[in-house]
């Protein structure tokens, strides 16, 4: 009988993609993939340390992990293994740690934990980590989205951000590998393929010859039966006019775009360190509005950033107002060991970044429903997802634009295109109805 393997991941998407390698690469092996309440012989948890809360509720899944599989190996990988292993390796009930750049040995370091029997550390210097090309799993059962990862690392030093510590430098996988990927990828099933990176935009500067995102999302849009080409993140430098050309023209191009903004105030992004303006972010957003109708256009937000005013956050605040968001991400700012934000004194109080919090989040849900009601009559293809709506039991589908709508229809939908109208609009959801087949 083979030996059965369960994964919890937490944190991006890039996490996500890479916990399907893993995946792959366990069941050559002869693992069987199973619930994790199955008390399965091996649990993996792939970590985040981006802020302190992520690394609580890393801490929650491992101790999950040991209780609901009390006579497996537990281990435990990602970016809060790599900065913090020992932190790690001190919690009870993990067998093994593994680092960033030791995640395609795995299959091996679980031969020898098993043989050895002895708790281990395996985590080498993200300097010297290279991407790795294992395909992933190319099965469309259970997930109907495929995230591949076609970039890790990054070449910048935002002042806030731990990620270059955990990922290391850039890098990127060869044009002709990702477009075998995908093309694996569609032919099992998936209509919608999102490309995940740390720098997505940095895209092919390491390879020889060098090459860009432009050319690669050129070559990805040719593949028949790709619906969606989505990508999961991309600062506004990144935007150049090949880019736009291609993100503006192509209807294999998910119209929806996730462009990080972290503050309106350019005081405070210079204190960041982030490589654009405000007035960048705004010309770019503008000019993606007005060549996309009913843009998604995501972003995240700190706030609470060492030193950040009243006046500061007012700006932020004033940006968000006067652009056409369909939803944002906002985190209080956490200090992060190592990092230059994290040395300095004028910290602000908890409790204002809380407030600060609050106010945006508000500010975006009206902006959210605003988008929605945009929705509102019209017909859109969507991807059916493979959960159904806890609260209805209905369908749930995503478009283009990045909305969720749920709608009534058979489980054979599932991990499917389908055509739903959209016909209410209410504060936590979207209904439509299915249009015929």
């Not at 028949?224 to 006019?241: H, I, K, N, Q, V």
């Not at 060549?291 to 950040?308: K, N, Q, S, T, Y």
Request: overall charge positive.
């Amino acid at each position: 009988m083979s030996a059965t393997v369960a994964f919890t991941t937490l944190g991006c998407r890039l996490n996500q993609a890479d916990t399907a390698v893993l995946q792959t690469l366990l069941e050559a092996r002869g693992f069987q993939t199973v619930p994790l309440d199955a008390a399965p012989d091996v649990v993996v948890v792939n970590t985040c340390t981006v802020t302190a809360r992520a690394e609580l509720s890393d801490k929650r899944a491992i101790r999950r992990a040991a209780r609901l599989s009390p006579h497996g190996r537990v281990v435990v990988t990602g970016c809060w293994a790599q900065t913090n292993p020992g932190e790690v390796a001190a919690l009870g009930g993990v067998d093994l740690v593994v680092g960033n750049a030791d995640k395609p040995r795995l299959p091996d370091l679980l031969a020898d934990l098993t043989t050895r029997g002895a708790r281990r550390v395996e985590v080498s210097d993200i300097a010297g980590a290279r991407i790795d090309a294992t395909p992933p799993r190319a099965v469309a059962e259970g997930r109907a989205r495929a995230f591949l990862k076609i970039q890790d690392g990054c070449q910048h030093r935002c002042a806030f951000c731990i990620v270059p510590l955990a990922r290391g430098a850039s890098r990127s996988l060869p044009q002709d590998v990702v477009e075998e990927h995908v093309r694996a990828l569609v032919v099992a099933g998936h209509p919608e393929v999102v490309l995940t990176g740390v720098d997505l935009g940095h895209y092919g500067a390491d390879l020889l010859p060098r090459t860009s995102l432009a050319a690669l999302l050129a070559r990805l849009t040719k593949i028949d039966g790709l619906r969606w080409l989505r990508l999961s993140s991309l600062l506004p430098a990144y935007f150049t006019e090949e880019v736009l050309e291609i993100v503006t023209a192509s209807p294999v191009i998910a119209p929806h775009f996730h462009v990080p903004l972290q503050s309106g105030s350019e005081r405070v992004l210079r204190a960041m360190r982030r490589p654009y303006t405000v007035a960048m972010y705004r010309g770019l957003v503008e000019r993606l509005t007005a060549a996309i109708p009913r843009l998604g256009l995501g972003a995240d937000v700190i706030v609470g950033f060492p030193g950040e005013t009243d006046a500061d956050f007012a700006e932020t605040v004033a940006l968000v107002q006067s652009l056409p968001f369909s939803y944002l991400h906002v985190f209080p700012y956490s200090a992060r060991r190592g990092t230059e934000a994290a040395q300095r004194a004028s910290r602000i109080p908890a409790a204002t970044a809380a407030e600060r919090g609050r106010r945006l989040r508000d500010l975006a849900a009206g902006k959210n429903r605003r988008f929605r009601e945009g929705m509102l009559g019209r017909a859109e293809a969507v991807l059916v997802l493979e959960a159904r709506d806890r609260a209805t039991g209905d369908l749930v589908g995503l478009t283009g634009n990045y909305m969720e709508v749920t709608f009534a229809g058979p489980d054979r939908l599932r991990r499917r295109l389908a055509r739903v109208r959209v016909t209410a609009v209410e504060a936590a959801a979207t209904r439509g109805s299915l249009e015929n087949e």
